[in-house]
């Protein structure tokens, strides 16, 4: 089964061929990135515009480099949530058009479901159930992924999410938006002795809290300029790596301890960070348990991922009709299921 998939939930307009959720045929990604630099972050209504004038372009890339004419599809996916709304109604008019068109299922994608599938692309050995965590730039969760399309979810953040959390203390070095890169390369070079910082605490066993770290990068950087001290930027990166990564990876591994998985799949732009990718590689060994990472070119927002989960939705029956809309807030349990 050839499915065509868009995605447009945030600032980059992609499009992919994939053929029963683990063969890519094609990915497209237009990013508008540069343009949101300007302003320091997504700005909604820029990112709807470019959506509305690279969608088309961007969708028939796709059909090309996967040598697939519109009538050897046999469905639509969209992401129609969450995300931006005016972001995601682009994907999902355009989806929705093109399968009435041509005569096909439509088939709505939860984009964190999404980039759970992102694994699938490249693993062909991986299948349900694992215990994911899903790091991203508007989301940050531990979930069970008990079958394709059955989700729980077992810990998430109470407040920013991992990425915002490094965009935020990037923004705070004068790092260009999006800032988790520009950590991850200075975290590299850095002094993890210079500088204190405060480990999160949250309620909930696997529930994680980024907004005081954040916080206190922002004191910590402001305490400096106002003593006329230099801010070491490398060295505050790391001390802030360090944290965000041993949160992340001692709530994962104590997770899976409690609800007895032995395989941890990392998803979202969040997993490309080698300081997260090397820690879990650690512990994974130490623990024994097998460790999935997706690679860097399906971490961020891509529509292969969507296309991906999308077979496995339609297996179990989520197709919508001409009302679907875009929700710009869904539950990764619900999702989309009928
Ligand atoms: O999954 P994604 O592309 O978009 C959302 O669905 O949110 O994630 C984007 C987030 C941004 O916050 C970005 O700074 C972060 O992923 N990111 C990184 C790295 N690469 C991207 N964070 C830390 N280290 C990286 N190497
Ligand atoms: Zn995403």
Redesign the pocket.
């Known amino acids: 089964m050839k499915i065509l998939a868009i995605e447009s939930?945030?600032d980059e307009t992609a499009s992919a061929v994939v053929e029963n959720g683990r063969i890519l045929h094609s990915s497209v990604i237009l990013s508008q990135v540069e343009e949101h630099q300007l302003y320091g972050g997504v700005v909604p209504e820029i990112a709807s515009r470019r959506h509305v004038e690279g969608i088309e372009q961007v969708v028939s890339q796709a059909l090309t480099q996967a040598d697939t004419p519109l009538e050897e599809l046999d469905g639509i996916a969209v992401t129609a949530g969450p995300g931006l709304i005016g972001a995601l109604l682009v994907g999902v008019n355009f989806g929705k058009a093109l399968a009435y068109q041509q005569n096909l299922p439509l088939i709505p994608v939860h984009?964190i479901r999404g980039?759970i599938a992102a694994n699938y692309l490249v693993y062909p050995e991986l299948t349900p159930p694992f215990l994911s965590l899903v790091v991203?730039?508007?989301?940050s969760h531990i979930v069970l992924v008990k079958d394709y399309t059955q989700f729980q979810v077992v810990g998430r953040t109470l407040d920013d999410?991992a990425?915002?959390a490094?965009?935020k203390a990037?923004r705070t070095l004068g790092f260009p938006y999006?800032?988790?890169?520009y950590?991850?390369e200075a975290a590299k070079k850095g002094n993890p002795a210079t500088y204190r910082l405060p480990t999160p605490r949250a309620e909930g066993a696997y529930n994680f809290s980024f907004s005081g770290l954040k916080t206190a990068v922002i004191n910590l950087v402001h305490n400096l300029e106002q003593k006329g001290e230099p801010v070491i930027k490398e060295d505050v990166a790391t001390t802030f790596q360090e944290i965000v990564v041993t949160t992340l990876t001692d709530k994962l591994v104590a997770a899976a301890k409690e609800y007895k998985q032995d395989t941890l799949v990392c998803a979202?732009?969040?997993a490309?960070?080698?300081g997260l990718r090397s820690r879990l590689e650690q512990v994974a060994q130490q623990e024994n348990l097998k460790l999935f990472l997706p690679p860097l070119s399906l971490?961020?927002?891509n529509a292969a991922m969507i296309g991906a989960q999308a077979f496995y939705e339609f297996q179990d029956g989520n197709v919508a009709d001409w009302s679907l809309n875009a929700t710009a807030t869904v539950n990764l349990e619900q999702g989309f299921s009928k």
């Not at 999006?178 to 890169?181: E, T």
């Open positions: 939930s945030c984009h980039h991203s730039g508007g989301h999410a990425g915002e490094f965009d990037a999006p800032g988790g890169i950590i991850d979202g732009g969040v490309a960070n080698s971490c961020g927002d």
